[in-house]
């Protein structure tokens, strides 16, 4: 039997895990904050159902606050970080799971630590999925120029619905119809046709 290649990105629950980074009550002021909160708790929902593990950190929670509540990850254990990048903070989870091969990433900012988590991940040989509607920044020339770099350097840029298609897979599986529902409003307007409209030079 053929094996799977990797460069053509699937994901698959069983070889999959969400990265929830930094949604905390001080980064409320962040462009499409309340959007990409929305979008992430929808990954998570689809991660809960498909048995698809997450993890959720927190930038200097003293200073920055807790998670918002809205982000429905009552049930994770947050872990507390100072480094622009997740990996550090979570390396152990990373360890204890020798058959991961892609990370779906959501949080913020995309220039800071969820550019530095992908380019961590991508250095330990995994595949990193960017949710784009679920990534943000304050600056919106920040989020669509850290797009373009780490699209550059090997991670794929996704949708949250067109990862939670890739994850179901077939609507005969049995929480098909529950996940229909998540995904039957269409995912709020982030401001992404702003940035990848026309002819944008980034993303040639």
């Given amino acids: 039997m053929a094996t799977m290649r990797s460069n053509l990105g699937r994901v698959l629950p069983g070889s999959s895990i969400l990265f929830l980074c930094d949604m905390q009550e001080k980064f409320r002021h962040i462009a499409y904050f309340p959007q990409i909160v929305s979008v992430a708790a929808r990954m998570l929902k689809v991660a ?85 509607d679920g990534c943000s920044s304050r600056s919106q020339v920040d989020r669509l120029v850290a797009l373009a770099r780490m699209r550059q350097s090997g991670a794929f840029l996704s949708t949250s619905e067109g990862l939670i298609l890739q994850l179901v897979g077939d609507a005969a599986h049995p929480q098909f119809k529950e996940i229909q529902k998540i995904i039957k409003e269409p995912a709020p307007d982030s401001g992404l046709l702003g940035l990848f409209q026309g002819q944008n030079p980034l993303f040639r």
Avoid: W
Wanted: hydrophobic residues 40%; charged residues 20%.
């Fill in 48 to 132: 809960r159902l498909l048995e698809v593990p997450a993890v959720l950190t927190e930038q200097y929670p003293e200073g920055l606050g807790p998670t918002v509540p809205e982000l429905g990850a009552q049930g994770l254990r947050p872990v507390a970080k100072t480094c622009f990048s997740m990996v550090p903070a979570v390396q152990k989870e990373l360890e204890s799971r020798p058959q991961l091969c892609s990370v779906l990433l959501c949080g913020i900012e995309t220039q800071a630590c969820i550019l530095n988590t992908t380019l961590d991940l991508l250095d330990r040989g995994l595949q990193v999925h960017v949710v784009v």
